[in-house]
T-cell receptor
Framework: GQNIDQPTEMTATEGAIVQINCTYQ??????LFWYQQHAGEAPTFLSY????GLEEKGRFSSFLSRSKGYSYLLLKELQMKDSASYLC???????????FGTGTQLKVEL | ETGVTQSPTHLIKTRGQQVTLRCSSQ?????VSWYQQALGQGPQFIFQ???????GRGNFPPRFSGLQFPNYSSELNVNALELDDSALYLC???????????????FGAGSRLTVL
C-alpha cells in the first residue's frame, strides 16, 4: 500500500524560508512530485525528484532521500501569494498514477 | 498552448442520479487521468486512459467509469450517486510515448460535484 505523511498546516512570515516535509512508505517508487494548489484552482507542478539529492528551481527547491522515504520542499523569500496548499505525491512504477498526501496548508503572514 | 479544461465547473445532483464530467486534455497530450479530491484531502487516483483504453485504476467501485475519445478528450461517469461522492473531480493530462508514465501531469481546475 501507499502512505504519505505531511504536516496539515504551517505558518511563516513574508520574506522568510519555510521547509515542508513529506515522508512516504510505498510499495513502488518512480518519482516524487510537489504541486501547489490555491483554493478553487488546479494543482500546478512545482518540482520532481527521482534520484537522491536537491533540485533547485528559482525560489523553490526539493530534496529526496529514497533510503529514508523522505522529501522536503524549501520555499525561499516567501511572498503572500505563496499562501496555498502544497501537495506531495509519489508516482507508482509502470504508469502515471500519483498517490498524494493530504497537503500542507501554508499561510504566509506579514 | 491550451491547458486542461473541464466542464461543468460546478453541479448539484441528488442521491441515486448519474453524472457525466468532461475534460479536454492539453494540446499534444495523449493520456488522461481522473482524480477525486474531497474537502481538505489530497487527490485520489480514480483511473487513467491511454489510447482510448483504461490503463490503471484506483480503489473505486465500478459505478465510476470513463471514456477517452480519439481526440484524447475524456469523460468521467458516476452512476447511483452517493453523498460521499461530493468532491472536486480533477482531470490531468500528459504525453506518454508508451503509456508507462514518464511525464508530468497537468491538471485542470476541476468540477465541483455536490450530492444532496
Amino acid at each position: 500500500g501507499q502512505n504519505i505523511d505531511q504536516p496539515t498546516e504551517m505558518t511563516a512570515t513574508e520574506g522568510a524560508i519555510v521547509q515542508i516535509n513529506c515522508t512516504y512508505q510505498t510499495s513502488g517508487f518512480n518519482g516524487l512530485f510537489w504541486y501547489q494548489q490555491h483554493a478553487g484552482e488546479a494543482p500546478t507542478f512545482l518540482s520532481y525528484n527521482v534520484l537522491d539529492g536537491l533540485e533547485e528551481k528559482g525560489r523553490f527547491s526539493s530534496f529526496l532521500s529514497r533510503s529514508k522515504g523522505y522529501s522536503y520542499l524549501l520555499l525561499k523569500e516567501l511572498q503572500m501569494k505563496d499562501s496555498a496548499s502544497y501537495l506531495c505525491a509519489v508516482r507508482s512504477p509502470g504508469g502515471n498514477k500519483l498517490t498524494f498526501g493530504t497537503g500542507t496548508q501554508l499561510k504566509v503572514e506579514l | 498552448e491550451t491547458g486542461v479544461t473541464q466542464s461543468p465547473t460546478h453541479l448539484i445532483k441528488t442521491r441515486g442520479q448519474q453524472v457525466t464530467l468532461r475534460c479536454s486534455s492539453q494540446s499534444g497530450h495523449n493520456t488522461v487521468s481522473w482524480y477525486q479530491q474531497a474537502l481538505g484531502q489530497g487527490p485520489q487516483f480514480i483511473f487513467q486512459y491511454y489510447r482510448e483504453e483504461e490503463n490503471g485504476r484506483g480503489n473505486f467501485p465500478p459505478r465510476f467509469s470513463g471514456l477517452q475519445f480519439p481526440n484524447y478528450s475524456s469523460e468521467l461517469n458516476v452512476n447511483a450517486l452517493e453523498l460521499d461522492d461530493s468532491a472536486l473531480y480533477l482531470c490531468a493530462s500528459s504525453f506518454e510515448p508508451t503509456g508507462s508514465g514518464a511525464n508530468v501531469l497537468t491538471f485542470g481546475a476541476g468540477s465541483r460535484l455536490t450530492v444532496l
